[in-house]
């Protein structure tokens, strides 16, 4: 068994929505990024934590752990707090919950689901005929929901599998803990509507993506799709949502023009991949694009080493205060990781302002209250 499933739990929500991605995808290179190592990084925290206060692992061996963790470049008091966080909300649903029993990253078989299919749980608790499972998402770029999250119902669908015969399970609460942007949402559903859902729904779908099989399907779920920036279904979507947006505005009815600004994410996140895609194969592989070229970009002058630029300028007898900056207080992002977001809220929250941000269109989808008054979004625009 690969350590990556061609239909990936983590995955679901685009390959049931366009099946002939998954095995494309699978054909790409492994790669992974900074943002996919600091979350791997905070999920092996976050479990130590648990696993630490549950009482399976010694102290010893958690300290020693623990240092290698904070060793890490990646590694922040940011994220210590966060993951304490974390920690504290599973283990107080864990110790409410009477004759409970806790599993923590633990791999779980959807074969029966799936075909090889497997993933990694972070948490599953059993209590009584109902099963818990918390998701630990540590990025904030793209919030989650329970609800539309095709991920956590299959865990759920794999671990009911697995622990039936020793579980009454018939309902299921599915949780996912996004901390680092507020978002913490739980879906509740009963294990008949999941049975449902995969005879009808997931397993003809994952069978035809299996097989490479099915029609491409553009949307949302395209967002961090490997063949992105080659994909001729998404690029013609794209081209046909061009055409409409680049008609004069004064001929577009108002229908016409929020169409295109609730698109407008999509279309330029796509163009953003494939002209990454195109430069990566010019510059690391040699591909030359018809009527393109590879030239130097703009670079800024950097020193080569400011400790010897300064010393040669002392010796020249230049002051110090021509030399170097005067001292700054760090910014609010800095300075929360630097002390920790425990001890920032401690010492700073009552000298730290929020000033009303600047209005923008966005979605009725959008999960933000809407802006208010049209007067309060006139004055806004007004200080501009």
């Known amino acids: 068994m690969s350590n990556h499933a061609v239909l990936s739990p983590s995955s679901a929500s685009r390959w049931l929505a366009c ?88 791999k779980v078989d959807l074969s029966s689901v799936v075909p090889e299919g497997f993933g990694t749980v972070d948490i599953r608790i059993v209590a009584g005929d109902k099963l818990y499972i918390i998701d630990f998402k540590y990025g904030k770029g793209v919030p989650v929901f329970a609800a539309q999250s095709a991920q956590l119902k299959l865990y759920a669908l794999g671990v009911y599998e697995e622990m039936k015969h020793l579980f009454n399970i018939k309902n299921t609460s599915l949780t996912i803990y996004q901390p680092r942007i507020d978002n913490v949402n739980t879906l509740e559903i009963d294990v008949a509507s999941l049975l449902i859902w995969q005879r009808d729904y997931v397993i003809p779908r994952a069978k035809l993506a299996d097989e490479g099989g099915g029609e491409f399907v553009p949307g949302t779920h395209c967002q961090f799709c490997k063949i992105k920036p080659k994909c001729k279904a998404l690029a013609d979507y794209n081209l046909k949502l061009a055409k409409s947006a680049f008609v004069d505005a004064d001929l577009l009815t108002p229908d016409e023009i929020a169409e295109i600004l609730k698109k407008e994410k999509f279309f330029t996140d796509w163009l953003t991949a494939v002209s990454d895609y195109a430069a990566d194969q010019a510059i690391n592989h040699g591909v030359t694009w018809p009527g393109m070229k590879l030239v130097e970009g703009r670079s800024i002058r950097q020193y080569i080493n400011e400790t010897d630029v300064a010393l040669k300028l002392q010796d020249a007898g230049v002051k110090n205060g021509d030399i170097y900056k005067p001292l700054a207080v760090k910014g609010i992002t800095e300075m929360t990781k630097a002390l920790g977001k425990a001890d920032f809220e401690k010492l700073l929250s009552d000298l730290v302002h929020k000033p009303p941000g600047k209005p923008v269109l966005v979605p009725e989808t959008d999960k933000r209250p809407a802006y208010g008054a049209a007067e309060r979004a006139k004055n806004a625009f007004a200080k501009e």
């Not at 995808?25 to 925290?45: F, K, N, V, W």
């Not at 752990?65 to 864990?94: Q, R």
Request: charged fraction near 30%; proline fraction near 2%.
């Open 19 to 106: 099946t002939p991605s998954a095995r494309l995808e699978a054909l790409e290179p492994y790669t992974t990024s900074q943002y996919a190592d600091e979350g791997t990084l905070a999920h092996r925290l976050a479990d130590l934590f648990i696993n630490y206060r549950l009482g399976r692992i010694l102290q010893k061996d958690y300290k020693k752990k623990l240092a290698l963790i904070e060793k890490d470049e990646l590694y922040t008091g940011e994220m210590y707090d966060y993951c304490e966080g974390y920690a504290v909300y599973v283990l107080e649903l864990f110790n409410s919950l009477k004759g409970a029993h806790i599993f923590t990253e633990e």
